[in-house]
């Protein structure tokens, strides 16, 4: 329980609302998000950052909902996006695509257009070939195309290797030891403007360490670059501040920015952040329903109407999310595994957790608002969960349930479609 999730008369809330009175008016499951809570770690980076040149692009792949932009962008925030699909939602939910930095290994002819048409603050861009079609598309369309190099600091990170980006061995980023020569390219290419650096060495991080050194590493070639006459106006450091699932004591927010601020010293250099978890990880839960309870001879199953194709991190990386009753019960307690109904071993949400439970009992899993919704699928022809907003004592439906039709929409039987 949190102050955004707080337990009010026995039952759990979004902010003033009962999650008991969403569920029976939207159904389960469900992914419901407090806009306070949203705001307040929006702050926890503003805050500190108020009197530094700064820009602070939420990484849409972390939540991408219309609703969830939508209000990061009445803070002001700019935007982290990897495809020309988040930058549409960017501007749908009142984004400015001036704000907009596009990561990603693999951007396509259409989506630099794209990003090109609507003037987005910078490309991150990641090889050779992908500066070389910038080069070629901005110059086709009579334009300059500002950039950053994502180098590859090659730090670890120190968490879960599939979510570790700075090591030589991952595909990510331009090696660090290639770098000035690729920005002296770079330089010298007529529709292309060099701007920045960037970085982004892993993510769901729990110390300082590894964000300082990748950062002394780039502050270094920020140094040898301006001895050449390429001075670099932007530093971005990338996503990556870790969360609390559990027990992890992540560094604070304002901590992190005053450590990156005093390195920086005297050097004219606006400061470019990417987070995503750290914005809406714990803005969010996954409100869920048991359908019934199993005993076996050896376990305790919670059956739920959630499963691992709207909450896949459990299965994927081994995630931990808290699981909390909306209301909870006095009684005995016993080791539930708290699984879905998907085909899968792997479908399971938690393991081995102390509840009381009886049938119906609706379940909060905690700490679900990063990387939850945008990961589901419909394996097992499952509709994707609806998606609530809660402001105050009021919520809003932000993305409806997915229906059986809306599934069957897109497919047809041979002969219906055919393409030649
Ligand atoms: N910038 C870039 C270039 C990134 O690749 C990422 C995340 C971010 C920013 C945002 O990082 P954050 O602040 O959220 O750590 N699905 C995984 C996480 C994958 C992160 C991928 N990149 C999970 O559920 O833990």
């Not at 803070?75 to 549409?88: K, N, R, Y």
């Not at 090109?116 to 300059?144: K, W």
């Not at 500002?146 to 991952?170: E, F």
């Not at 952040?273 to 019934?292: D, K, M, Q, W, Y």
Request: glycine share 10%; net charge negative.
């Amino acid at each position: 329980y949190s102050d955004f999730f707080p337990l009010v008369d026995g039952a759990l809330q979004a902010e003033g609302v009962p999650l008991q009175q969403i569920a029976e008016t939207v159904g389960t499951p469900a992914y419901i998000y407090s806009r306070a809570a949203i705001e307040s770690a929006w702050n926890s980076y503003a805050k500190p950052l108020a009197d530094i040149p700064h820009l602070v692009c939420f990484a849409v792949k972390s939540n991408s909902n219309l609703g969830v932009l939508n209000v990061l962008a009445e803070l002001g925030a700019g935007f982290d996006i990897v495809s020309v699909g988040e930058l549409e939602r960017v501007l749908a939910a009142g984004g400015n695509a001036g704000k907009v930095v596009f990561s990603g290994v693999g951007k396509q002819d259409h989506e630099m257009r794209r990003a090109l048409e609507a003037g987005v603050f910078c490309f991150n861009i990641e090889s050779i070939p992908e500066l070389d079609r910038l080069q070629a598309i901005a110059a086709d369309m009579g334009v300059t195309a500002r950039i950053s190099l994502r180098v590859n600091p090659n730090v670890d990170a120190q968490t879960h290797p599939y979510i570790s980006t700075g090591l030589k061995d991952n595909k990510f980023g331009i090696d660090i030891e290639r770098a000035e020569e690729i920005y002296q390219r770079a330089d010298s290419l007529p529709n292309i403007e060099v701007t920045g650096v960037d970085c982004h060495i892993g993510s769901q991080l729990t110390s300082l360490d590894p964000f300082l050194d990748a950062l002394d590493i780039l502050l270094a070639l920020v140094d040898k670059l301006a001895a050449q006459g390429i001075v670099l106006s932007h530093l971005d450091l990338g996503g990556g501040l870790g969360v609390t699932y559990k027990d992890e004591q992540p560094p604070e927010t304002d901590e992190y920015i005053r450590a990156v601020h005093e390195r920086i010293g005297s050097r004219n250099l606006t400061l470019v952040f990417e987070p995503g978890r750290s914005i809406v990880a714990n803005a969010g839960v996954l409100l869920t329903r048991v359908e019934l309870l199993k005993h076996t001879e050896h376990k305790n199953f919670a059956i739920i109407d959630g499963a691992m194709n709207d909450l896949i991190r459990p299965a994927l990386y081994g995630s931990w999310h808290d699981i909390l009753p909306v209301v909870p019960r006095s009684g005995e307690e016993l080791a539930y595994d708290i699984v879905g109904p998907v085909c899968e071993t792997s479908d399971f949400l938690g393991k081995g957790r102390d509840l009381c439970l009886k049938d119906g009992d609706l379940l909060a899993v905690m700490s679900a608002g990063a990387y939850g919704m945008v990961m589901a699928s419909n394996f097992n022809t499952r509709g994707r969960a609806a998606e609530v907003l809660v402001s105050g004592q009021t919520a809003d439906i932000v993305r409806r349930r997915e229906t059986i039709a809306d599934q069957l929409s897109l497919e047809s039987l041979p002969g219906e479609n055919p393409c030649f």
